[in-house]
């Protein structure tokens, strides 16, 4: 929801110039596993029904391999409630499953209707599971994500019904996409990439489109969000340096752009979970997403349904070294394990794991969620189909193997692989961790918020700051703000607050465990400053009811704004983005040309976008709203500039008082597409005079061309005479307002500032 206000204000914001860029959102959590809920609770099972014409779903069966979407009517029923919702989108979904007699589907909640949802999902992904006898193992696999505070989808069982038919035991498996990161990072405009076959992250070269490439008539690397504007450089950056940074500068180069704390316990559960199709064993099924907050990527896990001993390849995975359990060159894992102190608190990880697959408590959970769906598979009709198993097979799941590439039982699979994995193991006191930091922006300060784990209890972790150059300050926790109920991590966080509108302030965290050991992060520290250090560009005027200014090519009066150059070079629009919206940065995209240093470039935000690339998608709310200036989505959308409005007033413009500067103040004679200080309202072409910057900070005024001409002070006092130059100084003026008037007759006020 934007948030609106009933005057004008310019919006303060902070940069961590590390890695942290502006965040608009509320302080959370850094661990967020949202709630089972109602669709994801796993107390019983509950109930779907699919009603959908027999025409639709003759089609559906007869091209399994098609994504065509068909309309159907959707309801959800636990215990004595039940919710519906007409015209939902109904497909299959997998790859080779599609082939199966037991069919995948995906639920989609907002293909025909935009923007609903159903209890926060947009999609529903059920899951036949065909190659497993037990129905349990990717179930298995996520609470064990879970279990180790990784962000994963929540999964459960659920019974499908179509057209009144029972279709058979299915896992709900969350969708990955913009809903699902916002619930765990608590943003969602980095680049969401979703990495199959063959996404290795193996070096391809700086340009970015390099990986861009497609196998099976899709890209390997996929963006999912802001797909729109293809832009990969965050991710070929990446890789640079995964593959290309020296061993000793490796660990703290990979922590600024990647979280690989948390990336190790996504390698000890791929490796005891026998997990071969993801990115270890098969360069296959995995998200990486950019978070906003803190410039890094965070990789998801996805699609675990080969897991707990089911191989297609030949291998045993319950005994296969966990130090060397690629199969083929794996640049991210190998590297990472080259580093000991990764390859340690990877091993504390394998051991947290080894004990807990062994234990009762594991056990009793497996064989709860056996007995839950037990008699509804023997129900199931399309269960024996594909692989003849029966129920039999069933009851025997957990402890017998099935044969063919069901070589173990589940539990016998978790046994086997538990007390291989001790054996080989290295045993250490791995140090403590610090798995996430975010700074954020809040009032005159900053919200610092961080994530301090180790494997044994008695840690303690450390805030060191300092403001400016003063002396570093301190602050040592013992106890956490907050601790995550699925997984016990603990979630430390602290305000600090800056003086004054302009502060710096540097930060680092310490973590120390009960024997003494004690890790840093970063290596170095992070800064903050306060006001973010501005991009070149800046919206410099802007009319939110336009009835007779100034019309569009179309002789439209829509609304418009104007964006200015501050810079002392040419700017690409192309690289900058337009919203109304702060949590939407990527709304429109400026059109991919040059604006010269001084320059102005008007764009009509209309809502029509067909009428050509200086329209955009949607309009200037006249009752106040939002506006954002950012920077490239592989960036973070870096904002560049922005301010919050309240009601406006028709043909009255809201314009800085000094082009890409000073307040904002209503101008009753608008200047759309030319300076705010103009004493004309030439048109914009692309021989006009310009001078810049205005206003003038560093003594030095310039223009686009030699000119002749005199400065006047603003009470009509010839101050300068200017003969064929391209620059002049004016450090010896007061500050002040001037006016330059060239030989040709142009006329430019100019501020000199201080």
């Known amino acids: 929801m934007k948030n609106r206000a009933t005057g004008i204000r310019s919006l303060p914001a902070m940069m961590l ?196 490439f497609t196998e099976e008539d899709r890209r390997a690397y996929a963006l999912r969000i802001n797909e729109e504007w293809d832009d990969y450089a965050d ?107 990764y390859r ?33 598979v023997s129900q199931d009709p399309y269960y024996p189909l594909d692989w003849g198993y029966d129920f039999s097979d069933f009851t025997e799941a957990l402890t017998t193997g099935w044969g063919g590439h069901l070589q173990y039982g589940v539990l016998e699979y978790a046994s086997i692989r538990a007390a291989s994995a001790m ?45 400016g150059q003063e002396a570093w300050a301190s602050q040592t926790y013992a106890e956490p703000a907050e601790t995550d109920p699925v997984s016990g991590i603990q979630i430390y966080r602290n305000s600090l607050i800056l003086p004054g509108e302009q502060a710096a302030m540097d930060v680092y965290f310490t973590v120390t465990d009960g024997g003494g050991q004690e890790t840093r992060y970063p290596a170095d520290f992070l800064t903050v ?42 700017v690409l629009m192309g690289d900058v983005y337009l919203s109304d919206d702060m949590g939407k940065p990527g709304k429109y995209r400026l059109p991919d040309a040059h604006i010269h240093p001084g320059g102005f470039y008007l764009l009509w935000v209309d809502g029509q976008p067909d009428q050509g690339a200086h329209h955009t998608p949607f309009r200037i709310e006249m009752n106040g709203e939002e506006l954002r200036l950012s920077g490239r989505p592989s960036e973070g959308f870096p904002v560049m500039d922005s301010l919050t409005f309240g009601p406006q007033l028709t043909d009255v413009a809201l314009g800085r008082s000094a082009d890409g500067a000073g307040e904002w103040i209503a101008f009753t004679d608008p200047t759309p597409g030319f300076s705010n200080l103009s004493t004309g309202t030439e048109e914009y072409t692309a021989d006009r005079l310009i001078l810049y910057p205005n206003p003038v900070t560093d003594g030095t005024i310039r223009f686009n061309r030699n000119v002749s001409g005199v400065i006047y002070h603003s009470l009509g006092v010839a101050m300068l005479q200017l003969d064929d130059v391209s620059s002049a100084d004016v450090g010896p003026l007061a500050p002040g307002v001037y006016i330059f008037r060239s030989a040709g007759g142009e006329s430019i006020r100019f501020v000199v500032g201080r």
């Open 235 to 341: 991710l070929a950056g990446l890789v640079s340096v995964i593959n290309l940074t020296a061993g000793d500068q490796f660990p703290a180069a990979l922590e600024q752009v990647f979280n690989v704390q948390q990336y190790l316990k996504v390698m000890a559960v791929d490796v005891m979970t026998g997990n071969w199709d993801g990115y270890i064993g098969n360069r296959n099924n995995y998200y990486l997403y950019r978070d906003q907050v803190t410039g890094r990527f965070e990789y998801i896990p996805y699609d675990l349904d080969n897991t707990f001993g089911i191989d297609w390849l030949g291998e045993d995975w319950s005994v296969r070294s966990i130090y060397s359990w690629n199969r083929e060159p794996m640049p991210l894992y190998e590297r990472v394990l080259q580093v000991d102190a």
């Open 344 to 376: 340690e608190q990877f091993s504390a990880y394998i051991r947290q794991l080894a004990d807990y697959m062994s234990s009762e408590a594991f056990r009793l959970e497996a064989e709860g969620w056996h007995t839950l769906i037990s008699s509804w």
């Open 529 to 570: 400053t306060l006001p973010v250090a501005d991009g070149p560009l800046r919206i410099n005027e802007f009319m939110a009811s336009n009835s007779s200014t100034r019309a569009d090519e179309y002789g439209e009066y829509d609304d418009w704004l104007e964006i200015y150059n501050a810079s002392g070079i040419p």
């Open 17 to 212: 110039l590390v890695f942290v860029t502006l965040f608009t959102g509320g302080l959370s959590g850094q661990i967020i596993h949202p709630d089972r809920g109602f669709v994801f609770g796993d107390e019983d099972i509950p109930r779907i029904d699919i009603t959908i014409p027999q025409t639709s779903l003759d089609h559906l069966y007869e091209n399994p391999h098609a994504d065509n979407e068909y309309q159907a009517q959707f309801s959800f029923t636990r215990g004595g409630t039940t919710e519906a919702l007409e015209d939902v989108g109904v497909r299959f979904r997998g790859n080779t499953s599609r082939d199966k007699q037991k069919k995948s589907f995906k639920i989609s909640f907002n293909t025909f209707e935009q923007g609903r949802d159903f209890h926060g999902l947009e999609k529903m992904n059920l899951n036949a599971e065909t190659n497993d006898v037990s129905l349990l193992r990717s179930k298995l696999s996520w609470e064990l994500f879970r279990y180790l505070g990784v962000p994963g989808s929540r999964c459960n069982h659920v019974l499908l019904y179509i057209n009144g038919a029972f279709y058979g035991v299915y896992v709900n498996t969350e969708h990955i996409d913009e809903t699902f990161v916002k619930s765990r990072f608590g943003t969602n405009d980095g680049n969401l990439y979703k990495c199959l076959w063959p996404a290795d992250l193996v070096y391809l070269g700086e340009d970015q489109e390099a990986y861009k």
């Open 423 to 467: 054996e080989e193991v290295v045993r250490s006191d791995a140090p403590p961790l610090i798995t996430h930091a975010r700074i954020l922006p809040g009032d005159g300060g900053v919200d610092v918020d961080w994530v301090a784990e180790d494997d044994r209890p008695g840690l303690t972790t450390t805030l060191h700051y300092r403001i």
